[in-house]
């Protein structure tokens, strides 16, 4: 594989620890043994808004919570323990609006559109008849229509948002009841309980894993929903509670208490312990399975609730449903606010007009056209009461030039926005064509549709997240010597093609007739297996996190990224076959030999490290480090 800074080599470092078993360690709060509610602490602000008005933007507190829990203490199987905690059910809800809230949200929202406010403002006006000159119901009707048309738009997309939370709601989970499974709602889930899963089920909530059908208590799911990853990641059961296996009176009779952090987003972090039998167990991360994942070839598994409803990770990640406005609407309102100021200046000058016209000629016509009652003194004629006169006339005007301001605009524009995604809905070319995952496009909202043909920046965290990343072993150096080149007849480097011939792989009864390479030198070097080849392809074999499934009979990888999964292909291909996984060993298959080694420790890629490294026990008893990664990490640690 071709990579200007990222070679793979092979090191053993000089220093070997002993591996130890995962140790729990409190947070800072801290954890005691007496069974108390989640703890408050204060907050450093004092929150502001709440009470009745709560749910208006204006009024929604943006401080953290007063009493914000330090730590979360359940039972299993123990409901009546569990109800004096109140923690929160498994119901969610993403909608934005009930049969209360609806209306007056919803005009709090509209009215902050310049022109549905300007309207309202001016109707207020025309309610008063010394500056109104038209009747109220004239300006009325049409507002009334627009916040109408806007109203029900905004109520058939939260509709479809209680029809989501309903469906959600309605799912079917098992839960374990006095050895025996009782078919529930999602939304009757309650913190403490144990439920069983099947394959290709969603989780329900954040679950604890207690046992699972696969070896070792190894259960696999994916993660798309969470972090749109479709790789499969593992996850493993408690070791004290993987004995109950599928045993219901077992797991009935489990009382293990739970000792953990309070509900946060954090989906890669998770510290608690369980007590049970007079013993502590840590728990990670590794033993969690959080709602929105899907168990994947796993038959079963079984899970105590931990967080459930908004307090799971996903749902304390989603937010509330805000209320958005496009970059066409910040536009229009820019816009009205021009007319507006338009008008204000047309007003004024008609005012100005006006106060002319009255102190040179209307005052003293006041006999044929007498001044309004409110006017004071109307016998003097003087400054003041033109002054209030021409004060009064500057609303007339503005209600008189209304129709410059378009309110029928943004009926339009709305209009337009809800064809525009029937258009999205049934468009066949938008169209994702993959089987039993075929995925049609589905405008969800029909507020930020014109927002597609906008689009300025792209930010993404790696290349495959808007493209379709694919890596090949093309090349690789070992010992020094290059292999991958292809020579053409006078002994230039050339590109391979279409019609360069591919080496015949078909002795290796798992190969892949897809994986190709060009450089029989490799191959041959391999069969004679040469220590460093071999070492080599070991490396590739032994030193990654990929996840071995079987489709349709045929062995395939689910890898994090594609660069481990091309050098795992790679190494198969040669031979050196990944065959499975637990948490405790790893099993290759080394041309034909089966081989199961060992796994000590895996120090996982990152940023810093920049590289990836597996501690593993061969058959012959040694251990040996394998480790991956940059050439420039590499390298400093050979030298």
Known sequence: MHLPKDGYELTIENTMHTPVAPVYSPPQQGYNDKPSEEKPTKSSKSGGGGGMFSWLPCCASTSKEKNAPTERRLRANDRE????????????????????????????????????FYFLVLMILQFIPQISS???????????????????????????RHVSDRNVNGRKSYVVRNGSLCEEDW???????????????????????????????????ETMELDGETN??????????????????????????VVCEPPNNKLDKFQGKLIWNNQEYGITNDNILLRGCILKNTRWCYGVVVFAGKDTKLMMNSGKTKFKRTSLDRFLNILIVGIVLFLIAMCLICTILCAVWEYQTGRYFTVYLPWDDIVPNPEQRGGRQIALIAFLQFFSYVILL????????????????????????????????????SVPAKAHTTTL??????????????????????????KCT????????????????????????????????????????????????????????????????????????RDKGQLVYQAQSPDEHALTSAAR??????????????????????ETHDLLSILDFNNDRKRMSVIVRGSDGKIRLYCKGADMMIMQRIH
């Not at 009930?98 to 009215?111: G, H, S, V």
């Open 573 to 594: 291909n040669f031979g050196y076959v990944f065959r499975a996984r637990t948490p405790q060993s790893i099993t290759i298959e080394v041309m034909g030999k089966e």
């Open 449 to 474: 549709n014109e927002e597609l043909g906008q689009v300025q920046y792209v930010f993404s965290d790696k290349t495959g997240t808007l493209t379709q990343n694919i890596m090949t072993f093309n």
């Open 134 to 160: 038209i009747s109220w119901y004239s300006t009325a009707v049409p507002l009334v229509i627009v916040l109408a048309f806007s109203a029900i738009k905004d109520g058939y997309d939260d509709v479809q």
């Open 478 to 549: 070992i010992n020094g010597i290059s292999y991958g080149d292809v020579y053409d007849n006078k002994g230039e480097i050339v590109e391979p093609n279409d019609r360069t011939p591919s080496l015949d792989f078909s002795w290796n009864s798992s190969s892949e007739s897809t994986f190709k390479f060009y450089d029989k030198n490799l191959m041959d070097a391999t069969k004679r297996q040469v220590q460093e080849i071999d070492l080599f392809w070991r490396l590739l074999a032994l030193c990654h996190t990929v996840m071995p499934e």
């Open 402 to 437: 209304n129709t410059v301001v378009p309110i029928s605009l943004y009926v339009s524009v709305e209009i337009i926005r809800f064809i525009h995604s029937l258009w999205i809905n049934y468009d066949t070319k938008m169209y994702y064509e993959n089987g039993e995952k």
């Open 187 to 221: 939304s009757n889930v309650k913190v403490g309980d144990v439920i069983r899963m099947m394959s290709n089920q969603f989780v329900a909530a954040d679950l604890l894993l207690l046992s699972t059908s696969e070896p070792y208590g190894v259960c696999f799911i």
């Open 81 to 116: 323990y569990n109800a004096q905690f109140k923690y929160a059910d498994n119901l969610i809800k993403t909608s934005k609006y009930n049969i209360i809230t609806f209306i007056p949200q919803n005009l709090f929202e509209q009215f902050q559109r310049i022109a549905n």
């Open 232 to 257: 499969l990641k593992n996850r493993g059961a408690m070791s004290c509670t993987q004995v109950m296996g599928d045993d219901l009176d077992g797991i009935t009779r489990f009382d293990g208490e």
